[in-house]
């Protein structure tokens, strides 16, 4: 079990790999072929700056997840954003998270995720991420805002990636997501394919709907249309009495070897979040992968787990990295390296939440 620092290096190989991968699949778009050659070369330059603070003991995750809002413009069933039933939090404004994005930028961050809520309701985030071509930055959305507009704003920004969210063909789409939302997604799909621009979906996966959002026919459907990448989510039980959709132990262990299988079929490249999290000693939360900013800038070990002691509305983003909780976390990692795959930290929420009422010192004032 690789407990040490070692799955640092494991994960920015892992990191430039995928970054290898795309870049095999534009080999027929000249443009974008050379924009992730760069960036491929990027992500090498930023796993550097990273070991480099890490040799001044500030511990960077190469992944952000942004939560820039709560808001959404749909109210589908198993919404993750609202499972914690929490009012909608105050927001950063967009001056705060070009200042986060620079210091990220500056700390050796390769890649911001930017999720609500829907981040399209807050557009004014693109003046800011255009200033910030070293950063790759996955959006999460439902696609419905994807007007002419923003996809003329989005060719101007191949750093910004469109990663729409789909549940399979029209009925199961529209079942979670509302009547008429599939529709209205393909056509953004339409336009997003006959923009030449690079994007993917993000794909649920539930304990029944597993084989057909793998299966070749949906599939094949989504890289005819273009879509380069496949970012597969797998249903953490967040609501209540909802444990049923939880992957089987048999579709957790076989989804690395369907991963490997899709690519060798399609010109696209599969991702599992949080997939098989052995080779790396377990979950990659709190900071040993990734963190997560919530819309009031609070700094979270992962979405699934709402706690934290730093914010980013009040300090520096380094200052907010070396938050007590998250090292906390991080030190007692063995409660979460069961890799049966699913959340770890939310199975194990009330000792992390323990972990911030046990605190050594004051919390950040
Ligand atoms: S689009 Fe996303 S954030 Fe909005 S309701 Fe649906 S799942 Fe929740």
């Not at 190469?62 to 609202?82: F, G, V, W």
């Not at 939360?285 to 992962?302: K, M, N, Q, T, Y």
Request: glycine content about 8%; charged content about 25%; some cysteine.
């Amino acid at each position: 079990m690789n407990t040490g620092t070692d799955y640092i290096t494991l994960f920015n190989a892992d990191i430039d790999m995928v970054f290898g991968d795309i870049v095999k699949t534009c080999f027929r778009q000249p443009s974008l072929l050379k924009f992730f050659v760069q960036t491929a070369a990027r992500q090498k330059k930023a796993a550097r700056l990273r070991q480099h603070w890490e040799e001044k003991g500030v511990h960077v995750p190469p992944l952000i997840i942004a939560s820039i809002t709560d808001r959404c413009n749909l109210k589908c069933s198993h919404c993750y954003a609202r499972a914690h039933n929490r009012e909608p939090r105050p927001e950063l404004t967009g001056d705060r998270w070009a200042e986060v994005f620079s210091q990220a930028a500056g700390l050796g961050v390769s890649i911001i995720m930017l999720a609500g809520g829907e981040p399209f309701v807050r557009p004014e985030f693109l003046d800011n991420t255009r200033n910030y071509p070293e950063l790759i930055f996955p959006v999460f959305t439902n696609g419905l805002l994807l007007k002419d507009g923003l996809t003329a704003e989005l060719k101007k920004q191949r750093h910004v990636i469109p990663i729409l969210s789909i549940e399979g063909f029209e009925q199961a789409t529209d079942e979670r997501r509302g009547g008429g939302v599939y529709r209205v997604l393909r056509q953004a799909i339409d336009r997003l394919e006959d923009q030449g621009l690079f994007f993917g979906v993000s794909l649920t996966l539930t304990r029944a709907n597993f084989s057909s959002l793998t299966g070749d026919e949906f599939v094949r459907s989504l890289v005819d249309s273009g879509c380069r990448v496949f970012i597969y989510v797998e249903y953490t039980p967040i609501e209540d009495n909802t444990a049923d959709m939880v992957l089987t132990s048999e579709q957790k262990a076989g989804i690395d070897s369907l991963r490997r299988r899709l690519r060798s079929r399609y010109n696209a490249v599969f991702v599992a979040f949080p997939g098989d999290e052995t080779p790396y000693g377990g979950c990659l939360a709190a900071g040993r992968g990734f963190i997560h900013i919530g819309p009031d800038g609070s700094l979270e070990p992962c979405p699934f787990a709402p706690f934290s002691d730093t914010n980013v509305a009040k300090m520096s983003l380094r200052d907010a990295l070396e938050s007590e909780f998250l090292a906390k976390l991080r030190e007692g990692h063995d409660k979460l390296t069961e890799t049966e795959g699913g959340c770890e930290l939310w199975a194990n929420r009330e000792w992390v939440a323990s972990l911030l009422h046990r605190k050594t010192k004051p919390p950040a004032s």
